[in-house]
């Protein structure tokens, strides 16, 4: 055996009433499948016409383009709860101010590039989705 991991597929797979075959075909149908179930329907949303906003000082608005601080980061990392995690690695934000002033330089060099190029770094917001079965053996995509 060559050490590689096979990766679990989906060949064949029924869709309603008909069967979908080829992994590339039962691909296509999952997504359309999902991305159909999860879009979220056109809502009448209550109209701002009406309503008067305070506006900014040219003071103000400055300071939304400036550099951030680590006292501001300090501060935003404070106002988090210790038990909540705010991403899929599980390291919760009491983690993060337990050991933050070791993680301190990293982190404002992340923020920093942020907001010197307005971008994210590749791949922060990169997700990954795994069908659960809902059922032992799922044939149908409903099933999971």
């Known amino acids: 055996m060559s050490g590689r991991r096979r990766k679990n597929t989906i060949s064949s797979i029924l869709v309603g009433d008909n069967l979908v075959e080829g992994v590339s075909n039962v691909r296509e149908a999952v997504y359309s499948n999902f991305r159909e179930h999860f879009l979220a329907p056109y809502i009448i949303r209550p109209r701002v016409d009406n309503l008067h906003f305070r506006r900014l000082s ?5 300071m939304l383009t400036c550099p951030f601080t680590e006292a501001e980061l300090k501060a935003a990392v404070s106002d988090c709860d210790s038990f909540k995690s705010p991403g899929p690695d599980g390291i ?3 983690v993060i ?3 933050g002033f070791d ?3 990293e982190t404002m060099i992340f923020i920093s ?3 010197r190029n307005g971008r994210l770094s590749i791949g ?3 997700t990954f989705i795994a069908l659960i079965p809902k059922i032992d053996n799922p044939q ?3 099933d999971f």
């Open 103 to 105: 993680l301190k330089s």
């Open 92 to 94: 919760h934000f009491g």
């Open 58 to 62: 040219i003071v103000e608005g400055s």
């Open 113 to 115: 590039e942020f907001h």
């Open 97 to 99: 101010k337990d050991f």
């Open 124 to 126: 922060i917001n990169s």
């Open 140 to 142: 149908r995509l409903n």
